[in-house]
């Protein structure tokens, strides 16, 4: 079985063909700077190590998708025959409301569903059907299945995903907390039952902390609680998004400045987060190396950050009352043994206890960080969002 698995963002296409059951990449790559001057296509094949960059003209997507079926068939390069060989295609999809809690096989009917949830994800959703589209006319007959990234949380129990706010903002807007990164959450949350031995009842708290970062509180396998809302701007601080504010500081700001709605949005998930604060990078390896060189808005950032990491992990284990394990993922999750400790400080209390040695080794794939006394278990674990596309993707295809 192969699956291909494909994340079309607006101006880019990210793709994998791997093998649904046992993992195994063949091929991994990415268009970029579709529709704009400058295109190109990257191309890896981690068996034989082989990469390759090739530049042409892709003014929309069906070019880009070409480019990449181009590349997987090449003679001398590529990892198939023909695309006969591809069984079926997974399209990660932002926005899946209220209508999708699980990954669907992508009908006309379905695609039509799909596409009334465009307006909550007006930058996401348009551009992943574009991708399926483009799939559908480029590989007739194939099937593709959407794995949304708001599935996951759907499992939510009103309390936690009702905003008080007039119900009929919820009843004729859709306005709740949706949440995101699910198919991350999805994975870490599985992998950390895995690791406990699949125990009937569990407390997961999966950190998800990469440019976006999101938190989420899973209960016996079920997301009770997320981070992100409506829109992924909501939770935790991020490279250049806000998170949590006091709605009023964004009326106040907005007509203090005379911005308009598109500059008050870009002002939130643009210009803030770290890089609101450190002003000269929303990178955490940038704000790292200034905070041990002294810089003091540095300091502040990486404290902001992981003050409120840490209290939605004791909000999250509150809500679950009790947490057996704290699990970090995404780019900074994985890599960063100071946020990973700061954010963890003080928690003593609810029995947690970092090996400090342990935590800044870095090592590859999933790592047991805490001392064999802590009541809490915390573990580092690699995510792999495209594994349970193609899972998915296989699980569906495999059932019909
Ligand atoms: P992601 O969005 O998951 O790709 O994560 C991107 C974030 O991970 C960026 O802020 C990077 O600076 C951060 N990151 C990657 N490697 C490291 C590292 N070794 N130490 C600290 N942060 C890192």
Excluded: W
Excluded at 103 to 111: G, Q
Excluded at 252 to 277: F, P, V
Excluded at 354 to 375: A, I, M, Q, W
């Amino acid at each position: 079985m192969k699956v291909l698995v494909i994340n079309c963002g607006s101006s880019s296409l990210k793709y994998q063909l791997m093998n649904p059951e046992s993992g195994e990449v063949f091929a991994v790559g990415l268009c970029d700077r579709i529709g704009i001057h400058g295109s190109k296509l990257e191309y890896e094949v981690p068996a034989t190590d082989f990469e390759i960059t090739l530049e042409n003209d892709m003014p929309t997507h069906k070019e880009a998708l070409e480019m990449v079926i181009g590349a997987l068939v090449n003679e001398e390069y590529g990892v198939i025959k023909s695309v006969e060989e591809v069984d079926a295609i997974g399209h990660r999809v932002v926005h899946g409301g209220e209508a999708f809690a699980d990954s669907v096989l992508l009908t006309d009917e379905v695609i039509k569903a799909v596409e009334e949830n465009n307006e909550l994800a007006p930058l996401h959703n348009p551009a992943n059907l574009m991708g399926v589209e483009t799939c559908m006319k480029l590989m007739p007959g194939k099937p593709n299945v959407g794995v949304f990234d708001t599935a996951f949380h759907q499992t939510m129990p009103a309390k936690a995903f009702m905003y008080p706010v007039p119900y009929a903002d919820y009843k004729e807007l859709k306005v709740r907390k949706y949440g995101f990164h699910g198919t991350s959450h999805k994975f870490v949350s599985n992998a950390a039952q895995e690791i406990m031995g699949n125990p009937e009842n569990s407390k997961v708290i999966v950190c998800h902390l990469g440019n976006g970062a999101s938190v989420s509180a899973v209960k016996d396998g079920k997301c009770v609680d997320t981070s992100m809302g409506l829109t992924p701007l909501q939770g935790l601080m991020m490279g250049t998004r806000c998170g949590d504010i006091d709605p009023a500081a964004v009326l106040y700001i907005k007509n203090k400045r005379e911005l308009t709605d598109k500059e008050m949005d870009a002002r939130m998930n643009k210009q803030s987060g770290i890089l609101g604060i450190f002003e000269k990078s929303s990178d955490c390896r940038d704000l790292e190396m200034a905070a041990a060189d002294g810089d003091e808005r540095a300091e502040l950032a990486i404290d902001m950050m992981t003050y409120r990491i840490r209290s939605y992990i004791a909000q999250y284990a509150a809500a679950m009352g009790g947490v057996d394990m704290i699990c970090f993922t995404g780019g900074i999750g994985e890599n960063s043994s100071l946020v990973r400790s700061k954010a963890l400080e003080g928690l003593e209390y609810m029995g947690v206890e970092l090996d400090t040695e342990v935590n800044s080794v870095r090592k590859k794939g999933s790592v047991k960080l805490s001392k064999d006394s802590s009541k809490v278990a915390v573990y580092k674990i690699q995510t792999n969002e495209e594994l349970v596309i193609a899972r998915d993707t296989y699980s569906i295809v495999k059932g019909n």
